[in-house]
C-alpha cells in the first residue's frame, strides 16, 4: 500500500506509515526523514547573506548523528521533495546548527519547491555524478554588464554543491541579485542533477531573456533625399566662392557699383575751409555766445551726404569667409593728375655718386702745389714708394671750381 518513499500530507496516515516501513527495514538504508521548512532570513543569528544566494541548506544537529551512523560520507547530497507539489530538487548542507525538526532553505529553493514557511518537506540522501557540462540562461539583461562572467560564477558556483536542470537559482554580485536558469546538464542522469564540487566544469550560455538583437544596416547606403543640412554642414553648390558672394558687384572697379565720385572711400566728400581767413572772406560771422531767451543753445545737427560710392557692404551669409578685394598698385600722378610712366616713374638717385674730397684746384695754389708735389715726390723715394703714377682726384668741402 505505501512504500519506503511515499508521503501524502492530506492522508495523516501516511506519514506513521512510512516510518514504519523504514523502521522495519523495508527501506534502503539511507537518510530519509522529514521537516518544517523555514527561509535562511529566519535562521537565528548573524545575516547569512550568502547561504541565503547558495545552494545549501541548514539541518538539525540530530541529523548529523543519524548520518554518521549511516556512514554517509563526504559529500552529502540531498534530494529535496514536495510530494503535495510533485516538485524535486537537490541540495547540500552548510551547518547542522537548525532547531530539531526544522530545515532552513535558500529563499530560491523554496520558490523552486513552491513551499511556504512551515511546510513539510522530505529530506533524502543521495548520488550524484561530478558535472561536465552545463547550459544557463540569465532571466535579465542586467547580467551582460558584467565584465567577467566566467569568474563571477566561478565565485558563485562555491556555495553550491549541486545543480538540477529546471532549477533557478540566484547569486550575489555588487550588491545586485541575479537570477540565473539551468536549462542542460551533462552527464544527463534520470535524476536530471550533477554535482558541481572537485570538477571541471564546461558552462554554456543562453541568450538572457528579453534580449533583443540590435538591428543591423546594410553595407550599402544611399545618401538621404530631403531639404535637411547634411551632416558636415552647409553644402555651396553653386560655385566659386567669388560666385557665391557675387564678388563682381562689390569689387572696386565694378560698373554696377554707385559711380560720380572722384575720391573712391574718401571721408573728405564736404566743402571745408582754410585756415588762414583773408579780407573778403566768406566766412560766417560768429554768433554771440551769450544765450538769448526762448532759443535753444544746442546747435542744429549736422546732415552729412550719404555716401554712394565705393564698395557696398559686404553681407556675408553664416558659414562664408572673405579674404579680401582684388589687389591694384597705384599709379603716380604728377601736377596735372595724369598717371607718370616709363622712367619718370624711376627713383631720382640712381647715379654712382661723389666723395666728399673730389673737387678742383684752388686759385693762386698753382706754383705752390708743384714745388710741393716735388717735395713729395723725394720724399716717396726717400721711402721706397714710386714717385710717379696714377693718383687719384678728389674734391673737398673747400674747394671751388675754377
Known amino acids: 500500500m505505501f512504500s519506503a518513499g511515499y508521503y501524502d500530507e492530506d492522508d495523516p496516515m501516511s506519514y506513521p506509515a512510512a ?10 538504508r539511507r537518510f530519509d526523514e522529514y521537516y518544517r521548512c523555514y527561509p535562511v532570513a529566519m535562521l537565528p543569528g548573524p545575516d547569512r547573506e550568502n547561504a541565503n544566494h547558495g545552494g545549501k541548506v ?30 524535486m530538487t537537490h541540495a547540500g548542507v552548510l551547518e547542522f546548527i537548525a532547531e530539531e525538526g526544522k530545515i532552513y532553505l535558500p529563499f530560491w529553493i ?49 556555495n553550491f554543491s549541486c ?26 542522469t534520470q535524476k536530471h ?21 540590435p538591428s543591423r544596416q546594410s553595407g550599402t547606403s544611399t545618401p538621404r533625399s530631403g531639404t535637411g543640412l547634411p551632416a558636415g554642414g552647409l553644402l555651396h553648390n553653386q560655385g566659386t566662392m567669388a560666385q557665391s558672394i557675387n564678388y563682381d558687384s562689390i569689387a572696386p572697379s565694378s560698373s554696377t557699383a554707385v559711380a560720380g565720385s572722384k575720391a573712391v572711400s574718401s571721408n573728405f566728400l564736404l566743402g571745408g575751409q582754410k585756415l588762414s581767413s583773408k579780407k573778403g572772406s566768406k566766412a560766417p560771422t560768429p554768433k554771440a555766445s551769450t544765450p538769448v531767451a526762448g532759443t535753444s543753445t544746442n546747435s542744429e545737427p549736422k546732415t552729412y551726404a550719404r555716401r554712394k560710392n565705393g564698395p557696398q557692404p559686404l553681407r556675408l551669409p553664416p558659414g562664408m569667409l572673405f579674404f579680401g578685394y582684388e589687389i591694384k598698385p597705384v599709379m603716380k600722378k604728377d601736377e596735372q593728375g595724369q598717371e607718370l610712366a616709363g622712367d619718370e616713374t624711376k627713383p631720382k638717385f640712381a647715379g654712382a655718386g661723389q ?40 674734391r673737398t668741402l673747400r674747394d671751388t671750381p675754377r
Open 163 to 188: 545543480l538540477t536542470k529546471g532549477d533557478i537559482f540566484t547569486f550575489l554580485y555588487n550588491d545586485q541579485t541575479y537570477e540565473m536558469a539551468v536549462l542542460e546538464t551533462k552527464p544527463d
Open 110 to 158: 523554496m520558490q523552486t519547491l513552491l513551499l511556504e514557511a512551515g511546510d513539510l518537506l522530505q529530506i533524502k540522501s543521495t548520488d550524484l555524478p561530478s558535472g561536465q557540462f552545463i547550459k544557463l540562461q540569465a532571466q535579465s539583461t542586467s547580467f551582460l554588464d558584467i565584465s567577467d562572467p566566467k569568474a563571477v560564477l566561478e565565485n558563485a558556483f562555491r
Open 355 to 394: 666723395t666728399l674730397r673730389g673737387g678742383g684746384k684752388k686759385k693762386g695754389e698753382g706754383a705752390d702745389s708743384g714745388a710741393g708735389k716735388a717735395d713729395k715726390s723725394k720724399e716717396a723715394d726717400k721711402k721706397g714708394a714710386p714717385a710717379s703714377g696714377p693718383k687719384p682726384e678728389g
Open 19 to 28: 516510518a514504519m516501513l523504514r523502521r522495519a527495514g523495508m527501506g534502503a
Open 58 to 87: 541548514f539541518l538539525p544537529p540530530s541529523a548529523l548523528d543519524k548520518l554518521t551512523r549511516l556512514h554517509i560520507t563526504y559529500p552529502m547530497l540531498f534530494e529535496l521533495i514536495n510530494g503535495a507539489k510533485e516538485r
Open 193 to 213: 542533477a550533477i554535482s558541481v564540487l572537485e570538477t571541471d566544469l564546461e558552462v554554456d550560455f543562453a541568450t538572457p531573456v528579453g534580449y533583443v538583437e
